[in-house]
């Protein structure tokens, strides 16, 4: 194993306190990152800017807008451990890479097959949207640094601001809401209670990358709405806030080995 002398994450920034990302996306990242104990440095971007960012460094676009156009993603990683500098964007390529590159046999960070753990992310993915989407979306967008605001709007909201959704917060209907987007969550988490008795993971004994895909959504619930994030961490028994505990370590955001570029 070959020890990197400088990985670099690429993340968008927040108004939170240090800029921290509401992305789960680069939070999985991290947690692949440091769950494998390597150093990495995040770099805070805005949002409009990942696509000249990707550019420069030779990535492809990782998916599309709305509109058809070629959307290009955070998280970005970079390793400039050798001679030739390696820039991979999406989070499931960069852990697969770390898996490749970095992990020794005992930390291997799918299962012996990369399309079922694909389709279990895919679960967890659609599940915990509806947080976001029809629940947590203005809270999301409030977090959004300014000047992203239009960019996410128009580029992948189609021109609807979710901030003109009248606040229902507090009211029966909003905790109805809340009730429909855990029961999701719950279905999806609670298919594997039972099956993999050895520990707290979905992997079993060690975590996989569906693991890390479900801790950083949790992590963008606990950002975005921390009365929503009480009551996730509740469900099956409990076992989402054993969750928690032991994977928050490799989640955390580190603003001393963070610089902002905006
Ligand atoms: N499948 C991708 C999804 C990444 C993604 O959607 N990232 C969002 C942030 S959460 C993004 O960079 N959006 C750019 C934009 O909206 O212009 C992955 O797993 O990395």
């Avoid at 960012?53 to 676009?61: A, E, F, H, N």
């Avoid at 000047?147 to 996410?152: G, R, S």
């Avoid at 809401?177 to 520990?199: L, N, Y």
């Amino acid at each position: 194993m070959s020890t990197p002398s400088k990985l670099v994450l690429y993340e968008f920034a927040t108004k939170l306190p240090n800029g921290e990302s509401i992305s789960p996306f680069t939070a999985t990242t991290r947690c692949a990152l440091n769950y494998l104990g390597l150093p990495f440095e995040s770099h805070l971007l805005n949002i409009r800017d990942i696509e000249s960012v990707s550019l420069k460094l030779d990535i492809k676009p990782t998916s599309t807008f709305p509109d058809g156009s070629p959307k290009h993603t955070v998280p970005i990683l970079v390793d400039q451990s050798s001679s030739t500098t390696i820039a991979i964007a999406d989070s499931f390529a960069i852990v697969q890479y770390l898996d490749k590159t970095y992990a020794k046999p005992d930390q291997r960070l799918f299962t012996s097959s990369p399309s079922v753990d694909k389709l279990a992310t895919g679960a967890v993915n659609t599940a915990f949207f509806g947080f976001i989407g029809g629940v947590l979306g203005a809270d999301a967008l409030g977090l959004l640094q300014d000047e992203d605001k239009p960019h996410m709007i128009q580029r992948n909201l189609g021109g609807f601001d979710p901030s003109t959704i009248p606040d229902i917060k507090g009211t029966p209907a909003w905790a109805e809401a809340v009730d429909k987007v855990i029961e999701a969550a719950k279905a999806v988490t609670s298919t594997t209670v039972g099956i993999a008795k050895e520990g707290t993971w979905i992997g079993g004994e060690k975590p996989v990358f569906v693991d890390f895909a479900l801790l950083g959504m949790v992590n963008m619930i606990r950002l975005v709405n921390g009365e929503a994030w009480e009551r996730l961490l509740n469900v099956d028994g409990g076992r989402m806030r054993r969750y928690w505990e032991e994977g928050k370590e490799w989640v955390r955001f580190e603003p001393e080995a963070s610089t902002r570029d905006v």
